[in-house]
C-alpha cells in the first residue's frame, strides 16, 4: 500500500480534483506513487500525441474508481505533464482510498 499526498485531492461539489503528473510513452501503465507533495505519478503507456495520453488517463482513472470514462475528465494540463483530473461522484477521502489500495 503506497501513501499518496493529500494535498493532490481537493473537494468540489460534485467530485474530486486530482492533481498528478503523467508519464507518456512508459513500458506499462498504472499509478507510479507520490509526485512531490501535491502531485502524484501515473505512468501512462500511450504516446503524448493526438491527446492519446489524456484518454488514457481518464480511462485509467475511471477503471481505478469504478465510475463510468464520462465521469472523468482532464481539466487542466491538456499539453502539459502536470495535469488537474475532475473524478465525478466520489470523494477526496474515497479516492485516495482507492488509489493506494492499488
Do not use: H, W
Not at 6 to 15: E, V
Request: proline share 5%; with cysteine.
Amino acid at each position: 500500500m503506497m501513501n499518496l499526498p493529500a494535498k493532490a485531492f481537493r473537494a468540489t461539489s460534485d467530485g474530486t480534483l486530482l492533481s498528478c503528473r503523467v508519464q507518456p510513452g512508459a513500458s506499462r501503465s498504472g499509478l507510479a506513487g507520490a509526485y512531490g507533495e501535491e502531485r502524484i505519478k501515473i505512468a501512462l503507456s500511450s504516446p503524448p500525441v493526438d491527446g492519446k495520453a489524456n484518454q488514457e488517463l481518464c480511462r485509467l482513472l475511471a477503471e481505478y474508481c469504478g465510475v463510468s470514462k464520462g465521469a472523468v475528465e482532464v481539466i487542466g494540463g491538456k499539453v502539459s505533464r502536470d495535469k488537474v483530473v475532475k473524478i465525478f461522484g466520489i470523494t477526496p477521502d474515497v479516492l485516495q482510498k482507492l488509489l493506494e489500495s492499488l
